[in-house]
């Protein structure tokens, strides 16, 4: 905005108008979105219903058998290491290319520590955060990828 807009002129460019409509434009959005997400209650990544099972990374007292705890639950989560074709990961969510999809279970995936999962057809993306490479690490590592 400051290389093509200010530094260019009002006369050329009109920014002055970009603030003046987005201000009000943002809490508009904000506010009308979080009305409807809080009224109707619904369900964005990281707020699901909270399920009662305990977390599978909790079960054993060491690290290292945590992430093999970890791993394995997501393998058996994608429908098991035959399942799986591609993996890849980009800042927070673990990309997978699975030959059927329907062998995916999201409560398996939740329980490894995911915050959401989202399918399209064979196409799956865990999103689980900043350790998201970690993860993948960890997955290739036992996958032999």
């Not at 290389?3 to 201000?23: A, D, E, H």
């Not at 997400?37 to 060491?62: A, C, H, M, V, W």
């Not at 030959?99 to 939740?110: A, I, M, Q, T, Y």
Request: hydrophobic share 40%; with cysteine; charged share 20%.
């Amino acid at each position: 905005m400051i290389l093509f807009g200010v530094l260019q002129g009002v006369s050329k460019t009109n920014w002055i108008y970009i603030p003046m409509v987005g201000i009000p434009w943002f809490f508009l959005y904000y506010f009308s979105f979080k009305f409807c997400i809080l009224k109707f209650n619904l369900k964005t990544p990281g707020r699901e219903d909270e399920t009662d099972e305990i977390s599978i990374l909790t079960q054993n007292n060491t690290p290292a058998s945590a992430n093999q705890n970890r791993v394995d639950c997501i393998i058996n989560g994608l429908g098991g290491k035959t399942n799986i074709i591609e993996l890849d990961c980009c800042a927070t969510r673990l990309r997978i290319t699975v030959k059927d999809g329907n062998l995916v279970r999201e409560s398996l995936l939740k329980k490894s520590g995911a915050r959401g999962v989202l399918k399209s057809g064979n196409a799956v993306q865990v999103i689980y955060g900043p350790q998201v490479t970690v993860i993948k690490n960890e997955l290739e590592e036992t996958l032999n990828l």
